[in-house]
């Protein structure tokens, strides 16, 4: 089956850097991404993968390993503002997206 | 960039009362339309994926008798809710696919509908 792993929920504070970890196991790969929901809100996207490595945008960068079937998203200089959940999707060999459960993502003063 | 637009944003009826939703791509051909349906404090879940000019795909445990869909232009998909319940309740999401490929942005999200059944 397909599946797609990222923790439940992470805390960090305002100003610090956060890394949200995926794994994922599906039916081929043609991409990883990266979306940001916040609460009420439909998703809005955040950035794509297809290669191995690091793609940097702004704050936010996304890294992905292949091999590993492995990507994280990184953000830095955290506001009170992306307090929301991340969510990582692969889209497999059939070019469907496949949805992690996402990750709430909490910042503190 | 590209705009998908998703009407209502919110419903309240009773039960029993069927609600049509629907998703508009403004500035770009939408050969595939997604609906998903979004529970609190839950994931995305994929109801069905709907083609233009033919059937929509249900995923399993979805009751397309019960969950109506259209998707008669490169531009329009709707979804209908027949004789809604309280149990239906929930935060509804289509999402549409650029005819132009596949791209780096695969899909543009609606903002949303949020159903509430009395």
């Known amino acids: 089956g397909q599946n797609i792993d990222q923790p439940t929920e992470m805390t960090a504070t305002e100003g610090a850097i956060v890394q949200i970890n995926c794994t994922y196991q599906?039916?081929?790969?043609?991409?990883l991404f990266w979306y940001q929901q916040h609460a009420g809100e439909a998703p809005t996207f955040l950035s794509y993968n297809v290669l191995d490595g690091l793609e940097e945008k702004g704050r936010f960068s996304s890294f992905l390993s292949r091999s590993k079937g492995y990507s994280y998203l990184l953000l830095k200089e955290l506001q009170m503002k992306d307090s929301a959940s991340y969510l990582c999707?692969?889209?497999?060999?059939?070019?469907?997206?496949?949805w992690g459960a996402g990750t709430k993502l909490i910042i503190k003063p | 960039g590209a705009v998908v637009s998703q009407h209502p944003s919110w419903v309240i009826c009773k039960s029993g009362t069927s609600v049509k939703i629907e998703c508009r791509s403004l500035?770009?051909?939408?050969?595939?339309m997604f609906w998903y349906r979004q529970f609190p404090k839950q994931s995305l879940m994929l109801m069905a994926t709907?083609?233009?000019?033919?059937?929509?795909?249900?995923e399993q445990g979805v009751e397309k008798d019960k969950f109506l869909i259209n998707h008669a232009s490169l531009t329009l998909s709707t979804l209908t809710v027949t004789s809604a319940h309280p149990e239906d309740s929930s935060f509804y999401i289509c999402?549409?696919?650029?005819?132009?490929?596949?791209?780096?942005?695969?899909?543009?999200f609606g903002d949303g509908t949020r159903l509430s059944i009395l």
């Open positions: 500035d770009f051909q939408a050969t595939t």
């Open positions: 999402s549409a696919r650029d005819v132009r490929g596949k791209g780096n942005q695969p899909q543009h």
């Open positions: 709907s083609n233009e000019g033919s059937k929509a795909t249900y």
């Open positions: 999707a692969v889209r497999d060999s059939n070019y469907q997206l496949i």
């Open positions: 599906t039916s081929g790969f043609n991409g």
